[in-house]
T-cell receptor
């Protein structure tokens, strides 16, 4: 499985500001995914990031709020813009496994918005 | 759209005993993939086991095995010889396929506590 790191691991931010979360993989992958996990809840997919193309967003998530970059096959960023307390969540990136039909997750970024 | 249902929010099991976690799903796809993920309190999501829908044989990984009933759209996880380190939240997840179909749909999760 791939080794995935995320930065920062946690942050406390003030409302109205933005935070960029980085996801780094130790091998080249085609598909990267960003999920949100609200407190005590399950994971919800925000968007799929394919290298060299615009991210594909799920219903309820928009690019202005969650812009994503995917500059190469090992790296992606998710920005949470104009934050409000409702954005307090764990944000996780994942990658498609080498054998496809499986995904591996990063350790997550715990975001608290005050 | 696919849905994944985990109706038990919490379960508890004595160390060394066996526990079964339930999951049902709904899809119109004929081929797909099902997963169980474990999320310990440290929050790192760990892939526990995977099942391909086209395979009749149930997947096993050491102490973890599944009971996959395609017609009933049921996918339960059995943990044998439970250990304290199995304490975690467990999520059942569905995937349609590779590439653009490889996004995961998760159930609500179940919190498993293993008692010493």
């Amino acid at each position: 499985s791939a080794v995935i790191s995320q930065k920062p691991s946690r942050d406390i931010c003030q409302r109205g500001t933005s935070l960029t979360i980085q996801c780094q993989v130790d091998s080249q992958v085609t598909m990267m995914f960003w999920y949100r996990q609200q407190p005590g809840q399950s994971l919800t997919l925000i968007a799929t990031a394919n290298q060299g193309s615009e991210a594909t967003y799920e219903s309820g998530f928009v690019i202005d709020k969650f812009p994503i970059s995917r500059p190469n096959l090992t790296f992606s960023t998710l920005t949470v813009s104009n934050m409000s307390p409702e954005d307090s969540s764990i944000y996780l990136c994942s990658v498609e496994g080498q054998g496809y039909y499986e995904q591996y997750f990063g350790p997550g970024t715990r975001l608290t918005v005050t | 759209a696919q849905t994944v249902t985990q109706s038990q929010p919490e379960m508890s099991v004595q160390e060394a005993e066996t526990v079964t976690l339930s999951c049902t799903y709904d899809t119109s796809e004929s081929n797909y993939y099902l997963f169980w993920y474990k999320q310990p309190p440290s929050r790192q999501m760990i892939l526990v086991i995977r099942q391909e829908a086209y395979k009749q044989q149930n997947a096993t990984e050491n102490r973890f095995s599944v009971n996959f009933q395609k017609a009933a759209k049921s996918f339960s996880l059995k943990i044998s010889d439970s250990q304290l380190g199995d304490t975690a939240m467990y999520f059942c997840a569905f995937m349609k396929g590779a590439g653009a179909n490889s996004k995961l749909t998760f159930g609500k999760g179940i919190t498993l506590s293993v008692r010493p």
